[in-house]
């Protein structure tokens, strides 16, 4: 079966911050969202003026300020819907206009598209995975290479493992992955990659999981590229 939707990615960067943005566009309104719109706002409006759509809806995964600093630029332009988990916007006090909070499995409409709302806290308290008939966007909850930090301020190590088990458990080993950063390999490898790859989805045991993510003196956190 065909998409309805078209995907389009850009790499965009602040000082030593590399973040992926995501463009999904209903091809038959040609309705667009974007995933975690950050630091460069003429590159983002460029592509929405190569897409000749419009920005209906911005999809954040979590309130991190690496992924929400265009949220207002991009409202006072276009006057799109902002969509957050309801979990990240009460715990982190998030405010913006036409703010628009989520459950866990929330359907959205772009269109003729489908996005869904895949509640996977840890990294923070409400992170959301975005998940479309053959995409899922993961935030920082997972990464092609690895996982995401667990805030101090509400993050859990506890509460990730089980995130990433209902990853495994819930979405098709075939969907590609979309993460905010990469430390190497390039975004869109497909869950049976990480399945086999990436070692926080070998773990099965929750203990040894938090023992991992939270050991000491780890290198390379924030080598994006």
Same mark, same amino acid.
């Given at each position: 079966?065909? &998409? ?11 000082? $030593?911050?590399? $973040?992926?943005?995501?463009? /999904? +566009? ?10 975690? %719109? ?12 190569? &897409? ?18 265009? /949220? ?55 992170? /959301? ?12 909850? /997972? ?13 859990? %190590? ?55 993510? +939270?050991? %000491? ?9």
């Amino acid at each position: 079966m065909s &998409l309805t939707y078209h995907m389009e990615q850009l790499k965009v960067r602040f000082m $030593n911050f590399i $973040n992926y943005v995501y463009f /999904v +566009m209903d091809k038959k309104t040609r309705d667009i969202a974007i995933v975690d %719109p950050s630091w460069d706002l003429l590159k983002v409006e460029s592509y929405i003026q190569q &897409l000749n759509g419009d920005l209906k809806a911005i999809l954040l995964t979590h309130s991190h300020f690496d992924h929400i600093n265009l /949220v207002n630029s991009l409202l006072e332009k276009y006057n799109p819907q902002v969509f957050m988990s309801i979990e990240e916007i009460d715990f982190y006090n998030f405010r913006c206009r036409n703010l628009y909070p989520l459950k866990d499995g929330s359907s959205i409409k772009l269109g003729e598209t489908e996005i869904i709302s895949l509640l996977t806290p840890g990294h923070t308290v409400g992170s /959301v995975c975005y998940l479309l008939s053959d995409h899922l966007f993961t935030g920082d909850t /997972v990464f092609i290479e690895g996982c995401g930090l667990c805030d101090p301020n509400g993050g859990d %190590p506890e509460e990730l493992y089980h995130s990433i088990q209902k990853i495994k458990r819930e979405i098709d080993g075939s969907i590609q992955i979309y993460p905010a950063h990469s430390f190497g390999k390039a975004p869109g490898f497909s869950l049976d990659h990480l399945m086999d790859e990436n070692i926080y989805f070998q773990f099965t045991n929750k203990k040894h999981f938090i023992e991992f993510r +939270m050991r %000491p003196n780890q290198k390379g956190l924030f080598d994006f590229k």
